[in-house]
């Protein structure tokens, strides 16, 4: 069996720029779509019938560290080179909450897997075309306090774009940045501001944890994902830089139950995505790009 491409395009809804997928990579067959051309032929089929244009992909079982090995390179290649081809984005995904402060090991057992990859692969169409970073500190705060986790993931972005050449995103928690000064400005490179826009002022995408089940604020758990994604486009449009925010939606099996869309139905979600593309397509602005689901394992199981 080949992994076939599209015969058509994926098209994000709401006139989007993007739809982005968070695809990771378990020991569990199913929940790997590099497992078998199978399951990379299913993943490729749901960013077409969901509108995805881009997928986030896990590479660290199969690149990362000492897992690279020919046949691994091989399956990477023929995922990539169907959904390239299908006008599908393929970027690297990996992380871990102590990058900021572990640079040497991210550069030596991520970054340069990511770069030798992109170098030996024959084809164009067979090569990632971004790095995403999901870089947690902001989880365990006494083990990684902001100030220094911040700088040194700014650090790792900026070093990331001059040795792989390509766009590095990055994953944020919606508090990170907000507009009333409830989370402390942290101070990098003489400049002192919330660590979300320090994120925003170094990356080239920022995908926002706006994780909650409905678009707008409600009386059961309070704001909704256009309130949380308020103050990034914000800042963002302020910049007027050349830069992409999406707006992250949940659908794993998380609680509390209001920060995911698992169990509701896809239409339902795409209700509220329509609402927050509503909120923030603007015909002449480029800086919401779209949004971002979390993760294929959970909302291929929605109905």
């Not at 220094?148 to 919606?174: M, R, Y």
């Not at 698992?262 to 329509?274: L, N, R, V």
Request: net charge negative; hydrophobic share 40%.
């Amino acid at each position: 069996m080949a992994v076939n491409p599209l015969a058509t395009k994926p098209v994000p809804p709401n006139s989007n720029f993007m739809r982005a997928l968070w695809a990771w990579v378990t020991g569990v067959s199913s929940q790997d779509p590099l497992y078998s051309d199978a399951n990379s032929q299913a993943l490729i089929n749901f960013c077409g019938t969901n509108g995805c244009n881009t997928i986030f992909l896990d590479i660290w079982r199969y690149l990362g560290g000492g897992n690279w090995t020919t046949a691994n390179v091989t399956r990477m290649k023929t995922l990539i080179d169907a959904a390239s081809k299908s006008g599908i984005n393929v970027w690297a995904l990996a992380g871990n909450a102590d990058w900021g402060l572990n640079q040497s090991w991210v550069k030596k057992n991520i970054i340069k897997p990511i770069c030798d990859y992109n170098l030996i692969v024959p084809n164009v169409t067979q090569r990632f075309q971004g790095i995403m970073l999901d870089v947690e500190y902001w989880t365990d705060p006494n083990a990684y306090p902001a100030e220094a986790n911040c700088a040194g993931l700014c650090d790792l972005v900026k070093s990331i774009k001059e040795l792989s050449a390509l766009p590095v995103g990055l994953f944020a928690a919606f508090y990170l940045k907000d507009s009333t000064g409830t989370r402390a400005s942290i101070s990098y490179n003489g400049i002192s501001q919330q660590d979300g826009a320090h994120l925003m002022d170094t990356a080239d995408l920022v995908a926002v944890g706006t994780y909650r089940n409905h678009a707008a604020d409600n009386q059961q758990d309070g704001p909704g994902q256009i309130s949380l994604f308020q103050p990034w486009y914000d800042y963002a449009e302020i910049e007027g830089r050349n830069f992409a925010l999406l707006a992250g939606s949940e659908t794993t099996n998380v609680s509390p139950a209001y920060i995911t869309y698992f169990g509701m139905t896809k239409a339902a979600m795409e209700t509220e995505h329509a609402a927050i593309s509503s909120a923030f397509q603007v015909a002449s602005d480029a800086v919401f790009h779209g949004q971002c689901v979390h993760s294929y394992d959970g909302w291929k199981a929605m109905t």
